[in-house]
């Protein structure tokens, strides 16, 4: 078992009903697939977000999956997740008085956020540098597919063309290549956008504190999937190399052992890398025999030879015959330990005795697994219409003085109409 | 252009991609990231170090390809943390220094004495960001990971994948990617505060759950309508329950893609008048619910179409009409012939002591008064410790020739 001490001493937690770290920071949201994202990230660290739809309701509330199956633009499951912890206000957009509501609106923010069509965008009236010319201060920040500064930025696009344009896709999938290039599933491409930015956001934030400036940050959903693809492009830019996928591995140059293994009840786990050191070649021969598996098992004898011979390493993997047997060993026996067991009981055993193993969690996995609900990760908002709590994916990062919060449901239509960014 | 965060000095502990995105990024703003390595092991820690890809034929410590992606615009320095004096100068560093940034286990700052209340006498409005797979609290604190580990176990890994397929996984470590861009999100979001407050603050960032939070829809269905993912026919990652056509379809040529998404009937409509499709199918799919339901015979449809076809022709065709659609581009095509990435500036040439010019990764955005630049490339091992003894730590050149007598630099 795991005898590494847990001496971090850990630090404090702050208190749930402090101020985020944005908070006083007010934002106008004009409703869009691709800011979606980066609004609710502001909104959770504490910013006031304004969320801006049409009178009809914002075309977003037609993504399921809905509550009950039932589909209604109040029952989005996807609005509510991307659009809680911001307020609400619908207006007309189409008629001047909608679009100087707008306008006065945006005129109390400190930033504007919007993912707007080129054509939608100049209809309002919003030119970002006629924006900043009226209001020095205002930081707008734009989040397309392409960016507002390139030749394709009229160009349609979705979550799955941005995934296949932008490189994720190549990387993503199976060892038959006669199989399609796979999607990462999620809404990936406006996370990585919402991720790119929203730092650099608060790069403006902090250069307005001194020169209480304000400028444009314009983010292209398309560079920020082609900078999130590790190998795929470094490979290319520094060696001209390109890599193939493969299936649940690294897309790689050079091609992989499979790394997959079944549970006793058929379900997938995480093999990782094979034992190589001693201690490590150790403890997996006694995790055999603890399951009893020595007698199924004669290579556990090139396993005991590794031990013998003070572990092996990686070049000796590949330049010593036996080493390598050694390390085929390690992983036939991790397969074989997974086969007889359920997928936690091998990540738990296997973590525990030091081995960086997997389960591969569907998502309803993680709300049930102990270790993230200890941390608080179940963050539970009263849904009125439902008549209880709800349960939503917690905090990404433990702040020790002004925490992530959820506090505010999505928006009804209209639900925040007439109220001020102030108040 | 003004460099926004040059005011700024972090005391970097981090490496991998999950770590050291988080100040690569801070860097490219300007701010002095001082990244500290270990002279005993050769910076091996950071398995990146040396590793491939290489540029030309040459190898060593300083010639890793992805390493100088990560590290870009740092200073480099070696620290034995061995030794008491080594730990001295870094408690010396802190002391000047508004970040302290890692991505070790569990307990290895500690193990060094540099627990958040030692890292507070030294500077007491220090930002300390901690950053591992399971966090500094919970039953797995002790657990190790790694990307893979990360995307399996927050749900990521099988979240992506085809029907009675194996979970596709990602390809690459997307969440060591979004550790550091969680991990930077959260230093400028306590660097706000701090503006705000004069206070401080220890971030424990747990990759594991920042993975977890990029599922909330699937996390909804299941918490709201007790929808499992895990069930017959799911995941299927690359249809939409909200728009049909929506899939990777074959073209002409070896692995060969394009992807095709119609977000509205107009736009189903305009596709199957430029499929030349028959009236009856016509009919039958003019609305989502009839086309998801007739997904299959859609794929079908759509792929005699394009397999044919060189999947740039298909993308033209279909983006002249408003209709999305991309190529699955390889390396060489998204970096070399998009004009979407070319005109973006996405592939910065940075100098490096030894490689020489190489292209990195640039960034997703851009600030109009403000922006990133990278120029330099990642440091050699330990390139800057003498620049740093001297000129930041105000050391003498006889205390500097001693620390590296006696091993502690």
């Not at chain 2, 910076?43 to 590793?51: A, E, K, M, P, V």
């Not at chain 2, 095509?333 to 070319?342: C, F, I, N, Q």
Request: with cysteine; glycine share 10%; proline share 5%.
């Amino acid at each position: 078992m795991n005898t590494r001490a847990n001496a971090a001493p850990i630090g404090p937690i702050a208190p749930a009903d402090a101020p985020g770290p944005l908070a006083g920071l007010r934002v106008v949201e004009l409703a869009s697939e691709w800011t979606s994202y980066a609004g609710r990230l502001l909104g959770d660290l504490g910013a006031t977000v304004v969320l801006v739809e049409p009178s009809s309701g914002s075309p977003l509330r037609a993504y399921g999956p809905f509550v009950h199956g039932v589909q209604d633009p109040e029952n989005s499951l996807w609005w509510w997740h991307y659009q809680a912890n911001k307020f609400g206000q619908s207006m007309d957009l189409e008629s001047a008085e909608g679009r100087e509501q707008l306008h006065s609106l945006i005129r109390s923010a400190d930033v504007f956020l919007e993912g707007a069509d080129r054509d939608q965008f100049e209809a309002l009236g919003l030119a970002d540098d006629e924006l900043r010319r009226e209001h020095q201060s205002l930081i707008v920040l734009s989040i397309t597919p392409f960016g507002r500064r390139t030749s394709r930025t009229d160009d349609p696009a979705t979550d799955l063309t941005i995934l296949a344009g932008a490189g994720p896709a190549w990387s993503c999938g199976y060892d038959d290549h006669s199989l399609p290039p796979v999607r990462g599933g999620g809404n990936q491409s406006i996370h990585t956008a919402g991720l790119h930015a929203v730092p650099a956001l608060l790069v403006a934030v902090l250069h307005r504190y001194t020169s209480g400036l304000g400028q444009h940050v314009d983010v292209s959903a398309h560079a920020a999937s082609n900078v999130t693809t590790e190998a795929g492009s470094y490979e290319w830019l520094v060696a001209k190399n390109t890599v193939q996928r493969q299936t649940a591995r690294h897309a790689g140059v050079q091609k992989s052992d499979p790394t997959i293994a079944f549970d006793r009840n058929g379900r997938t786990v995480f093999t990782g890398v094979p034992p190589r050191s001693q201690a490590d070649l150790e403890r997996i021969v006694a995790w055999i025999d603890a399951l009893e598996l020595r007698d199924e098992f004669p290579d556990v004898v090139l396993l005991e030879l590794g031990i013998e011979r003070g572990g092996i390493t990686w070049p000796e993997i590949f330049a010593d015959e036996l080493c390598g047997q050694i390390f085929a060993a390690g992983r036939t026996a991790l397969t074989l330990i997974a086969s007889r067991v359920t997928d936690r009981e091998f990540f738990i055993g296997g973590q525990e005795r030091g081995f960086t193993v997997g389960v591969i969690n569907a998502p309803e996995d993680v709300m049930e697994d102990a270790h993230f609900a200890e941390r608080g990760f179940h963050a539970r908002l009263f849904h009125e219409e439902l008549g209880r709590d709800v349960i939503y994916p917690g905090t990404p990062m433990q702040f020790g003085a002004s925490p992530w919060r959820l506090v505010r449901r999505a928006p009804r239509v209209g639900e925040h109409n007439g109220r001020s960014l102030d108040t | 252009m003004a460099r926004p965060l040059s005011h700024l000095r972090i005391c970097d502990f981090t490496g991998q991609l999950a770590g050291a995105g988080a100040t690569r990024f801070l860097a490219a703003f300007g701010a002095q990231v001082i990244r500290i390595e270990d002279p005993v092991r050769k910076g091996s820690w950071d398995i990146l170090r040396g590793n491939t890809p290489y540029k030309d034929e040459r190898r060593g410590v300083d010639l890793g390809g992805a390493f100088n992606n990560h590290n870009v615009e740092k200073l480099g320095i070696t620290i034995n943390m061995r030794e008491q004096r080594g730990i001295e100068l870094v408690e010396d560093l802190i002391r000047i220094s508004d970040v302290v940034t890692e991505n070790f286990a569990v307990g290895v700052l500690a193990g060094w004495g540099l627990t958040f209340e030692r890292m507070r006498e030294l500077k007491p409005d220090i930002i300390y960001a901690s950053n591992c797979g399971f966090g500094h609290r919970g039953p797995y604190r002790n657990y190790k990971t790694w990307g893979p580990i990360v995307q399996a176990v927050c749900g990521l890994t099988f979240s992506s994948g085809l029907p009675d397929q194996l979970p596709a996984g990602w390809g690459y470590s997307y969440m060591d990617h979004h550790g550091g861009n969680f991990m930077v999100t959260a230093i400028l979001a306590a660097l706000v505060h701090r503006h705000k407050t004069g206070e401080g603050q220890w971030i424990d960032l747990a990759t594991t759950e920042a993975g977890a939070s990029l599922l909330g829809p699937a996390i909804l269905d299941y918490t709201v309508n007790g929808t499992r993912m895990r069930r017959d026919g799911s995941p299927d990652s690359n249809h939409s329950p909200d728009m049909a056509p929506h899939a990777i379809y074959p073209c002409f040529g070896d692995d060969e893609w394009v992807a095709i998404a119609c977000r509205t009937d107009a736009e189903w409509d305009r596709l199957a008048t430029h499929l030349d499709l028959d009236a009856d199918r016509r009919a039958r799919y003019s609305t989502l619910a009839h086309r998801l339901a007739g997904q299959d015979d859609l794929d079908s449809v759509v792929l005699s179409w394009t397999q044919t076809r060189n999947k740039f022709d298909v993308q033209r065709e279909l983006l002249a009409l408003g209709i999305p659609s991309a190529a699955v581009q390889k390396p060489h095509e998204r970096v070399d012939s998009d004009p979407a990435t070319s005109e973006w500036g996405l592939w910065p040439t940075v100098t490096h002591t030894a490689m020489g010019e190489v292209r990195v990764d640039g960034l997703g955005s851009h600030l109009s008064e403000t922006d990133w630049s990278m120029t330099k490339g990642a440091p050699c091992l330990g390139e800057h410790t003498d620049h740093v003894l001297a000129e930041i730590l105000g050391l003498s050149a006889a205390e500097i020739a001693a620390l590296h007598a006696d091993g502690v630099v």
